[in-house]
């Protein structure tokens, strides 16, 4: 983009340029994890590690293997303040990586793990004078500890929760599921719900296409399971639920979607509407790293559902958080406001 | 859209909403082809039929199981004659249903089924007084046989070729295929990628969920095959290639790719350059059916790189060929030209 040549449109662009903004995705991993792996035995996990390489670069580690490389913004406070102060984000929410979900562990260790992440990603805000907000995990493959943990996690501090978008072939309209959404409804919790166990298999592992391709889809399929399989239908209308990654293809394929809706009944499922009646029962992020698709993204959702969300700090996040945003073309200052923090705020009540 | 109000703008309007379109992407399956289960015996197949009810409608059979509810434009000529012209569709290229494929049979009996069918899709065109053009189909599991096919259908009527995205593991950048890529340039073949095989599985089965989900992201990795494998690196500019359903999920998800390209290495396969740079080496056609998906089409791949395409007759079509390019608002009177006609007359030559 070009900066305008009048004066006052100028001095609008001039400040729109260091907004502050509300990042409502991005993640943590600690460092002081309990040892799951010497606590529930040999053949649990394999689980995350971190090895922190002491000069502000780390290597997560799966089981005895690199997972991914990554920086001191993830596990320590101050880092990420600067981090976070570099890119004028007021206040950044994160949460867990979703390889800590353990959705394919025993329900009874996967709620250990998510209770004992909680509690550091509580502390890792603790150290941030109110800058960062933390987001609960959940045992999601056992509804009944789910919706313990997340009353636990609220009173102490979460302003939500993050959740995969399935438990294995359990999608977002598994019965289970959506009773835990409905608890987070009634305990006035915001959802984030992030891709994860990505579909594709084999074919999908060259050049990250499983975070390229298959998350998207994944996330597609998510907000489709919740719109198909009747989830919205029975839902509160004042459950807060937003799905990251600018809501995966769904965005860009809701055409071909209400097409196939309206011409084949074996779509429909047991939804009520098309899909497009949906738009307005859920958020996304702004995470699509393109103006032209920020638009689409907008004009699909509506200027009201849409809140920054940069993926920080990991490298397929936006490296200048909030900047897409800040740089959108046509985009009405109220709505830009909007996207930049009063969407967010509301939505997580903060 | 609502009309306008200036009298010559709604002129032009008027103009377009009436404009003839060549339509690209359009299916067929013929009711008299060769009882190939009967030729290469019992354990080949299962082999695709056609249950031609008498009525105008039919039953595509896979084996002996209902594979899809159909009519007779699929099939009859003079019945698709009648729905083209009830469109404006000037000139449809048809092209074979992807489940006539038989990439999974042995070649040489894909040889034969190809070379079969594309018989049968020139007499269909035989018997539209030039309305039709066809596609031809080729055994991509074996590239010297597919460019051996390509040749003969080309020298017997066929404007170009369809083939699928993938051959089981053998993706886009594959050397056979690639190869085979080649001698479409050399000998002038335009190409259209369909997508098909989907990735997803079981998870994808509900709410045909491998149409609106797989197709759109087995799409997108077809293109990003071609990118990050370094297939439009080796093949010639000249390369005519168009992707199915406006570029699948690709277009959307174009700055999540470039994105990750920039920061991860892994991300870069043997590319020489950035995914956007490969934006004019392939078209796209325009069955997105939703405006704000085509404007992002348009804005993104440029208005001399989208076609109309409809995956007419099938249900999941543009039910009304044309008419979301026809209707798109602020499109240029010579770009909505070049989609509807001009592009496409170029592309294939016709």
Redesign the interface.
């Known amino acids: 983009m070009t900066c305008c040549r009048a004066a006052p449109t100028c001095l609008r662009y001039s400040n729109a340029m260091t907004s502050p903004c509300i990042d409502i995705h991005s993640h943590f991993f600690p460092t002081n994890a309990p040892n799951f792996a010497a606590r529930f035995g040999d053949p649990s996990g394999p689980w995350v590690t971190l090895n922190d390489h002491g000069d502000g670069t780390g290597m997560m580690m799966l089981g005895d293997k690199p997972f991914r490389p990554v920086h001191s913004a993830l596990w320590d406070a101050k880092a990420r303040i600067k981090e976070i102060d570099a890119n004028n984000v007021a206040t950044q929410i994160i949460c867990a990586t979703p390889v800590m979900f353990a959705y394919d562990a025993p329900a009874g260790q996967a709620a250990y793990v998510a209770s004992a992440y909680n509690d550091l990603a509580l502390a890792m805000c603790a150290d941030s004078s109110g800058r960062l907000k933390a987001l609960a995990q959940v045992p999601l493959q056992d509804a009944d500890l789910s919706c313990k943990e997340l009353t636990r996690a609220m009173r102490a501090g979460c302003v939500g929760v993050q959740i995969g978008n ?1 438990v294995g ?1 359990r ?1 977002m309209d598994d019965e289970g599921i959506v009773r835990f959404l409905a608890h987070c409804a009634a305990e006035g919790a915001a959802v984030l719900v992030h891709p994860w166990d990505m ?6 592992k ?4 499983a ?4 998350m ?2 994944e996330t ?2 998510g907000i ?1 399971a919740m719109i ?2 009747g989830a919205f239908d029975q839902l509160p209308t004042d459950l807060r639920i937003c799905f990251a ?1 600018g809501g995966g ?1 769904f ?10 809706w309206h ?2 009944d ?4 047991i939804s009520k509407h098309p899909p497009s009646h949906y738009l307005n029962r859920f958020s996304v992020d702004s ?4 103006h ?2 920020l ?2 993204l907008i ?2 959702m509506g200027a009201d559902h849409v809140m920054v969300g940069s993926d920080a700090p990991f ?2 996040g ?2 200048h958080v909030g900047d897409l945003v800040r740089n959108q073309p046509d985009l009405a200052d109220v709505d830009r406001a909007r996207i930049l923090t009063g969407n967010a705020a509301k939505f997580f009540n903060i």
Not at 211 to 214: D, F, L, P
């Open positions: 399935h072939p999608e579909l594709g298999g084999d074919r999908l060259r050049w990250m296409s975070w390229t391709v298959a998207p889809a597609q399929f489709m198909l399989g990654h293809s965005p860009y394929l809701l055409g071909r979607l209400e097409n196939a011409r084949r074996i779509v429909r499922g995470a699509v790293f393109d032209r698709a638009r689409l004009d699909t490298p397929l936006e490296e």
